[in-house]
DNA sequence: GGAAAATTAGGGGATTACCCTTAAAGTAAA
DNA sequence: TTTACTTTAAGGGTAATCCCCTAATTTTCC
């Protein structure tokens, strides 16, 4: 028997997805949660609960929130979540915080059963629409990684990137001066020209940088 | 009439490629290559090739690197990637590398067709299975960050993360320490027991893992 | 209500990073 | 072949980080 919590502030939504749910044989409505906070009480009485159904837009505690203290507390509970908007920060946001699943409430019966199913065999579900967004925003950022919008970044030379990938693994400029077998002055011009070329301040600067546009370990 | 350039080194596959667009009165394809460098030489040459449908994997240069210099240097082609493995590092490598669609070597000539029209109009095109795979190892990689493998890193507190932002946003810690009102000698505190903590040696090691880890900008 | 963790702060010292300038030798392209 | 970039290196100085230690107050959690 699966055991599934509903955490939705529209009353009339999750008796909805209960009467669904109900009629399956397998399955059991465990509760209803109308907040993030009711449900996060729940769980921590009911150490039983096989799926949650969250609404990632929630009152009080977002949805989001609500999810990551589920994955951190209750790791035999699984998170689908659920919503209105098919927005991409949404669905990363709450799949970086743990969710196994995300569906659109425009969701059908059939669908929703096979989600909650195929979340319970381990693996992840997503709507069609919800897939085809993510998509589309990973695209969006490889274009604006190579062609058009970003400030297309000043050439880094061979030796300057090899001292900028020492840098990134927390190696000291003498360090990096012996690695290469170069004098710690040498080392030192690199590291100026480097912050003047990516215009930054300091260590931090380059690091973040470097691993934005991923200049490391590239070939090159 | 769309302009295509062929990059195969499975000359049959090339050859029944060619022969599937030459049906189409709207394409016309301009040359077929069976490496890397040949592609690049002939875009060199002939500037008004609109797609490069090109194989990932490719003798003498990987397709990968091929896709870098089409899209850094003739950014009037665009590249459509072909390839018989559906596999995620594949996948993800080359749209990291300016690649408008992937698409497997199984698909028929409708959606072949599909994806060029769609590419043309701008937009990126993925064959289901490639989409789905993608959305596989998205998952992993947020369950890796969430669950189980990852080493957990250990709390960080709101402070630690307020300075850790700081820091990562290049302000030195006397700028840390007037930014949230307190003593040079206690962000230097927080500064260690980071570096404690997330078990590093200095500043790039922070900005390394709170980047990995996004433990940026985040609700906590 | 008591233990644990977080936040605050200091002294003092060692190491490292950053800044400015200069400059020679090698390399690649126009 | 000249121009431009890269790589190499140095002197001399300032600023910042890192390290070790201690310790009081506050917050948080069981």
Redesign the interface.
Known sequence: MTRILIADDHAMFADGIASILQAEADIEVVGRCLDGPSAIEFLKKDKKVDILLLDVNLPNM?G??VCKKV?EDH?QTKVLAISMFNEESFVTEI????A?GYILKNTGREELLKAIHTILGGK?Y?SKDV??T???G??KN??G???SSKKALPKISRREKEVLDL????H?TQEIANQLFISLKTVESHRSNLLAKLN?????????IA??N?LLAK?N
Chains 1, 2 share one sequence.
């Open positions: 977002s989001i929130d994955v790791k799949l970086n915080n743990g196994m992840s997503f897939t085809q993510i998509m589309k990973l695209m490889r274009k990684g190579n062609e840098i990134i693994k927390e000291t930054v301040r300091n260590t931090a600067g380059l690091v973040r691993i934005e991923n070939s």
